[in-house]
């Protein structure tokens, strides 16, 4: 016999609701969960956290094994529905005799019931708030929420309920099983699910419909000004008051969901995290990576990596990835790597030691859990117990089995804290808000708002200690790239965070310091004090022997060339002549061990060369001839180009030229230009791979970054694009490496 299946149906919970942290509260907390070690889990409890569908209990645990009730249920849909504004309404009603206005869940109930249709009681006119949720019923309901009617159903309850929400992948990763408790670890999955799945009419996914979205990658989640935010490669967005994320969505891509209004980030909904896979990292080549496992991954030069919040290509970052390091690795429907997020398994640290005697390795062990046979990394490199130093900071990462020191200091104004000095778990320093591990609280406790202080950081750039600034004590070292106007600065310090602040500076000093590498502290609040680096170690770049000067390179040595318009990190395998004469490296500076680990060059790229379109113009007089210099600027991508400068040869506008960038002083004039050589009609099946091409028995470099343009178009492309739009390109090439492509 056939079961109705109006009789049976259901109802609501949110994560339990005597313990949970309401989704307003004043107080901004990143939270993990304890006991939810499955990923696909995590990553789903997060997601629903954020929306507050669902959160743990006061003793940081999630119990996803625990089975939900009825009522509990109806509370997470309600919430999944955006439906709490509508609350009010229904608080005073009785549909149910067993479910007065005095339940604790009425209003969840009833609006679950009548305002949204999508629960009914049982045959005997109640609801039965405290039975456990069925599977069955569960997936009931949700299907409801996509517009689902029993008549569209059909068949047997729950059986056919439970097939069609397999049809549309809203059962994806839960028990089949209609008539089993419902757990929050499923419940969990289930709501992500139905974010995900598109509605019965189609053409839209069930998160559209509660506002706006964005698609795109989650690059890093952090707190600012007591506000949690998550930052898109399109933009940063803040969270609803309240929330801030515990970074285990980072890395995924997925989709924003704002408010109707898109003032604020309800969540982040990420696609299926079936296909991704954490590794760690044994060596990193130009057209492969290896696991410590042995296991090798083909890459490209234009595979897409996420690295310290930033989007970048595999080409352009490889070289500055080093053993030890987590990678998550998405991969596509056939197994190849689709994109990489540097770092794995979203976690943070939650102790640190600090590091008080060179060469002591004291607390190790604590650190990891009596664990044997971690490998201590420093700064992303191996290390040994000789390498410590004091304040160094020690934290230690169970993905890798690996004690990870840091070095980076910050120094500055202690601006402001939360929720007070004597027990901070926030504190403001160069504008920019930290978390405070509890074992930092002694050191940070000493200090209070209005002080100079160093703050002490974990690898992942929380503040595991604190100094103070003056004295014979740990002293600043955050460098970033600078962006800087008369009155305000933005600094991307190089460990991976942003710091603001108002600048006091002459149109000089603004010329100056834009787009180029700075030391960064401050001694006032809101205020940033900036300083340009020039000079460090000097010495000719051999790209090939690894070093400068009779300095070795570190092996995660960063790169950056200034193009006349500011800093652009660069691989030293662009650097395709394999040296840099001493005169054209504007700053190289050093880790602990003497390496060179920040090179600054005048222009790097073909020996100093930027290769591009020109933009000339020249004044002549009523005779035909030139009057004074002409005027020529280089245009190498979209929004792109140098200065314009004042120069005595001859080009014909559109030419493809490379010019050198000499910087003398304040001031900046081209040094040479050269006319790279011009390889015509170069069919795609010349190509070997995306970085090689070979012409005439003659095989050359293609770096990622490669400069192309569409003469049909008039547009900027990337190299995908455009061997996508014609069969054959022309190639302009310079010392055997391809400077510049256009088609069209």
């Given at each position: 016999m056939k079961r109705r299946i109006m009789t049976f149906l259901l109802a609501v919970c949110m994560a339990v609701s005597l313990l949970a942290v309401p989704a307003g509260a004043a107080n901004t907390a990143a939270v993990t969960f304890s006991d939810v070690g499955d990923k696909s889990t995590a990553v789903a409890v997060e997601s629903l956290r954020l929306l507050g569908v669902l959160d743990g209990y006061g003793d940081g645990t999630f119990r996803p094994g625990t089975v939900l009730t009825r009522a509990q249920f109806c509370k997470m849909a309600v919430y999944a529905m955006n439906g709490s504004s509508e609350l009010s309404r229904y608080r005073t009603v009785t549909i149910f005799p067993d479910v007065k206005p005095s339940h604790w869940a009425a209003a969840y109930i009833n609006m679950a019931a009548k305002g949204k249709d999508i629960i009914s009681g049982y045959a005997d006119g109640r609801f039965h708030p405290d039975r456990t949720v069925t599977v069955g019923q569960a997936v009931t309901i949700l299907m409801r929420m996509l517009g689902y009617k029993d008549e569209d159903i059909g068949g047997i309850w729950p059986d056919s309920y439970m097939a069609e929400a397999a049809t549309v992948g809203l059962t994806e990763g839960v028990s089949t099983n209609g008539s089993a408790g419902l757990t929050r670890a499923q419940a969990?999955?289930?709501?992500?699910?139905?974010?995900?799945?598109?509605?019965?009419?189609?053409?839209?996914?069930?998160?559209?419909?509660?506002?706006?979205?964005?698609?795109?990658?989650?690059?890093?989640?952090?707190?600012?000004?007591?506000?949690?935010?998550?930052?898109?490669?399109?933009?940063?967005?803040?969270?609803?008051?309240?929330?801030?994320?515990?970074?285990?969505?980072?890395?995924?891509?997925?989709?924003?969901?704002?408010?109707?209004?898109?003032?604020?980030?309800?969540?982040?909904?990420?696609?299926?995290?079936?296909?991704?896979?954490?590794?760690?990292?044994?060596?990193?080549?130009?057209?492969?990576?290896?696991?410590?496992?042995?296991?090798?991954?083909?890459?490209?030069?234009?595979?897409?990596?996420?690295?310290?919040?930033?989007?970048?290509?595999?080409?352009?970052?490889?070289?500055w990835l080093n053993a030890g390091t987590s990678l998550t690795l998405y991969l596509d429907a056939g197994g190849g790597v689709d994109y990489v997020f540097v770092g794995g398994g979203g976690t943070t640290s939650n102790e640190a030691v600090i590091i008080y005697e060179k060469g002591s390795t004291s607390g190790f062990s604590s650190l990891a859990g009596g664990t044997s046979g971690y490998a201590i990394y420093k700064n992303g490199l191996p290390a040994t117990a000789g390498d410590m130093r004091k304040y160094d900071v020690a934290t230690y990462s169970s993905t890798t089995n690996s004690i990870r020191v840091c070095d980076t200091r910050i120094t500055g104004y202690y601006e402001d804290c939360y929720p007070n000095p004597k027990e901070p778990t926030?504190?403001?320093?160069?504008?920019?808000?930290?978390?405070?591990?509890?074992?930092?609280?002694?050191?940070?406790?000493?200090?209070?708002?209005?002080?100079?202080?160093?703050?002490?950081?974990?690898?992942?750039?929380?503040?595991?200690?604190?100094?103070?600034?003056?004295?014979?004590?740990?002293?600043?070292?955050?460098?970033?790239i600078a962006e800087v106007s008369s009155g305000s600065a933005t600094v991307d310090l190089l460990c991976g965070i942003q710091v603001k602040g108002s600048v006091k500076l002459s149109a000089s000093d603004v010329e100056r310091l834009n787009g180029q590498l700075v030391r960064v502290s401050s001694s006032r609040k809101g205020g940033l004090s900036l300083t340009r680096l020039t000079g460090g170690v000097s010495g000719e770049l051999n790209v090939a022997e690894r070093k400068l000067g009779s300095r070795n390179l570190a092996d995660n040595v960063v790169?950056?060339?200034?193009?006349?318009?500011?800093?652009?990190?660069?691989?030293?395998?662009?650097?395709?002549?394999?040296?840099?004469?001493?005169?054209?490296?504007?700053?190289?500076?050093?880790?602990?061990?003497?390496?060179?680990?920040?090179?600054?060059?005048?222009?790097?790229?073909?020996?100093?060369?930027?290769?591009?379109?020109?933009?000339?113009?020249?004044?002549?007089?009523?005779?035909?001839?030139?009057?004074?210099?002409?005027?020529?600027?280089?245009?190498?991508?979209?929004?792109?180009?140098?200065?314009?400068?004042?120069?005595?040869?001859?080009?014909?506008?559109?030419?493809?030229?490379?010019?050198?960038?000499?910087?003398?002083?304040?001031?900046?004039?081209?040094?040479?230009?050269?006319?790279?050589?011009?390889?015509?009609?170069?069919?795609?099946?010349?190509?070997?791979?995306?970085?090689?091409?070979?012409?005439?028995?003659?095989?050359?470099?293609?770096?990622?970054?490669?400069p192309c343009y569409n003469t049909q178009t008039k547009s900027w492309v990337t190299l995908t694009e455009a061997r996508s739009y014609a069969d054959s390109a022309t190639l302009y090439v310079h010392q055997g490496v391809v400077r510049f492509l256009e088609v069209g």
């Open positions: 969990a999955r289930l709501f992500l699910n139905l974010l995900r799945t598109q509605t019965k009419e189609g053409g839209t996914t069930f998160a559209s419909t509660l506002g706006q979205t964005v698609q795109g990658v989650l690059l890093s989640a952090d707190t600012e000004g007591g506000e949690g935010r998550l930052r898109l490669s399109t933009g940063t967005y803040t969270l609803t008051e309240g929330k801030a994320s515990n970074g285990m969505l980072n890395g995924t891509k997925g989709t924003l969901l704002l408010s109707k209004n898109g003032n604020e980030a309800l969540t982040f909904v990420p696609d299926s995290v079936g296909s991704s896979k954490v590794v760690v990292l044994s060596t990193a080549k130009a057209t492969e990576l290896t696991d410590t496992t042995g296991t090798k991954y083909v890459m490209d030069n234009d595979t897409g990596v996420y690295y310290n919040g930033k989007e970048s290509v595999w080409s352009e970052v490889y070289s926030k504190i403001t320093v160069l504008g920019y808000e930290f978390n405070v591990l509890p074992t930092a609280m002694q050191t940070v406790s000493q200090f209070k708002p209005g002080d100079q202080i160093t703050l002490l950081l974990t690898e992942d750039n929380q503040v595991a200690g604190a100094v103070a600034a003056s004295g014979n004590t740990a002293t600043g070292n955050a460098i970033g790169v950056f060339q200034n193009d006349g318009s500011g800093l652009t990190a660069i691989s030293l395998s662009q650097i395709a002549d394999g040296s840099v004469p001493a005169s054209q490296i504007t700053y190289a500076g050093t880790d602990w061990a003497g390496r060179v680990k920040v090179i600054v060059l005048n222009s790097a790229i073909g020996g100093g060369y930027i290769f591009g379109r020109a933009n000339y113009t020249a004044n002549y007089d009523e005779e035909g001839n030139r009057e004074g210099n002409a005027q020529l600027s280089v245009e190498y991508g979209a929004g792109k180009s140098t200065p314009t400068f004042e120069t005595g040869y001859v080009v014909r506008n559109g030419d493809i030229v490379g010019i050198t960038i000499v910087t003398s002083g304040n001031t900046q004039r081209i040094g040479s230009l050269v006319y790279p050589d011009e390889l015509r009609n170069v069919p795609n099946t010349a190509w070997s791979g995306k970085g090689a091409v070979t012409v005439n028995g003659r095989t050359y470099t293609v770096p990622a970054s490669v």
